[in-house]
């Protein structure tokens, strides 16, 4: 088995947190989309080699024993023995939960964690993490390289996540991509919000089979695989080029 990453993060740097705050000067605009490409490529370099994964969401505020960790536990578990990579946000709770179950199956862990104003410390059950100064940014990354989503569940950003995901399944963006929530008490009312969404006609009948809500991971995971079967094949994974300082 392949040795934990160590904890460490870089700090925010003074103001980024106000990225958003309108128009500045010109070269201060142009030194932020260099950073936004530079984290873009930093992202591609960490886990070009990564894949084929399988996405985790979920909250960062569960503890071990938590029902919601041991099921996320179970989860990394079962992705491990389908021969998928389990990536997460990186951090605690649910994160740390689905990387540990991979982990100690001896599958490949990776995350793709978030600089926050608050500490957030890379959970140790991961083989290669890589630290994104934007959401935006690491959004893309949690995206990019998987084939399936489980969601468990979370807060605002577990949502916002689900969400953008659900939307690009949607609109095509990206096609055919399973998405399983995993907690019925949890989400019963999300999945009659969409019942009602559904009626007032602002998503269709067809947007309601994205989603599939259950308990049993068993179940969850030959939804994936019937799903990935159905649509995909599966490539092997790319060695890295020693001439341009790639390493897995």
């Keep these: 088995m392949s040795k934990p990453i160590k904890n460490s993060f870089p700090v925010l740097a003074p103001g980024e947190i106000h990225y958003l705050e309108g128009p500045k000067s010109r070269h201060i605009e142009l030194g932020f989309a260099v950073r936004v490409l530079f984290q873009f490529i930093k992202g591609f370099r960490a886990l070009h080699f990564v894949g ?10 569960f503890k071990e024993g938590h029902v919601y960790y041991e099921k996320a ?6 992705i491990a023995e389908m021969g998928f990579t389990t990536m997460t946000g990186g951090g605690p709770g649910i994160m740390e939960a689905a990387n540990r179950g991979a982990f100690e199956a ?5 995350g793709c964690n978030v600089v926050l104003p608050f500490e957030q410390q890379p959970n140790p059950y991961m ?4 630290t994104i100064r934007y959401f935006f940014v690491r959004k893309v990354l949690l995206l990019k390289y998987s084939f399936a989503f489980v969601v468990l569940p979370g807060g605002w950003g577990t949502m ?4 953008e995901t659900l939307t690009l399944v949607q609109t095509k963006v990206i096609n055919n991509f399973p998405v399983v929530l995993i907690g019925k008490d949890y989400y019963q009312p999300f999945m009659e919000m969409l019942q009602s969404m559904q009626a007032q006609k602002t998503i269709s009948p067809e947007d309601l089979k994205l989603v599939m809500l259950t308990d049993d991971i068993g179940e969850a995971i030959a939804h994936i695989q019937q799903y990935i079967e ?8 790319q060695k890295p080029s020693w001439w341009l300082f790639e390493r897995i």
């Design 52 to 61: 084929p994964c399988i996405t985790v969401f979920g909250s960062a505020r």
């Design 73 to 78: 536990r179970q989860v990394g578990r079962a």
């Design 106 to 110: 001896g599958g490949k862990s990776v």
């Design 127 to 130: 083989q290669k993490c890589v």
């Design 160 to 163: 916002d996540e689900m969400f």
């Design 230 to 237: 159905t649509n995909y094949q599966i490539r092997k994974r």
